[in-house]
């Protein structure tokens, strides 16, 4: 991914290697009479590197993005995994790759079980943005200690990139 932005890898690979990475097992219950009017999980972004994100139920629709503002229905291929970008990603990055915005909805009548594989970068870093990918372009978040990023993360209610918008620094 650095490459294809023209940055080396080595610093980013080296926040990732060997480290943590967290699994969670979501199910959704089909919900019959308010469907349209709930949420499976409120929007909002991952806060780590990668998330691969497979589907069981793949003939049920849930996961949705949001892009300019609208929201789009994801369709989930049968054994194919979804891969999103996290917080972390985002911000090393210098906003090079966006972390994604999204939610789940809630099927009628169907049941839908998803897994969600996310990869954590050390546990000591600092979240800024690495020099590789900031060449030529100016600043674009601040720095913050990942304890306190994943404290403050967790802490909140999930409320789409909010937390993240916060940490851009005024262009
Ligand atoms: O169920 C889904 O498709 C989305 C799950 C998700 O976004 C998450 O676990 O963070
Ligand atoms: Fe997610």
């Not at 089909?30 to 990668?50: E, I, K, S």
């Not at 998803?114 to 590789?132: I, N, R």
């Not at 990942?146 to 940490?167: A, I, M, P, S, V």
Request: net charge neutral.
């Amino acid at each position: 991914m650095a490459r294809g932005v023209g940055a080396e890898s080595a610093s980013l690979r080296a926040m990732f290697e060997g480290q943590t990475q967290g699994m969670r097992v979501n199910y959704y219950p089909p919900c019959r009479q308010q469907a349209d009017r709930v949420l499976g999980l409120a929007a909002h972004t991952d806060a780590g590197g990668l998330t691969l994100l497979q589907q069981k139920n793949h003939d049920v629709q849930g996961l949705q993005v949001k892009k300019d503002g609208r929201w789009f229905a994801v369709k989930a291929l049968e054994g194919a995994f979804i891969v999103n970008v996290g917080d972390v990603l985002e911000i090393l990055s210098n906003g090079k790759f966006t972390s994604v915005e999204h939610r789940a909805v809630i099927h009628p009548t169907k049941k839908r079980i998803s897994v969600a594989l996310f990869h954590y970068p050390c546990q000591d870093m600092v979240d800024g943005p690495l020099p590789e990918f900031m060449e030529g372009d100016e600043v674009r978040y601040g720095s913050t200690n990942y304890q306190d990023f994943l404290k403050q993360y967790f802490t909140e209610k999930l409320d789409g990139r909010k937390h993240l918008e916060r940490l851009k620094l005024e262009q």
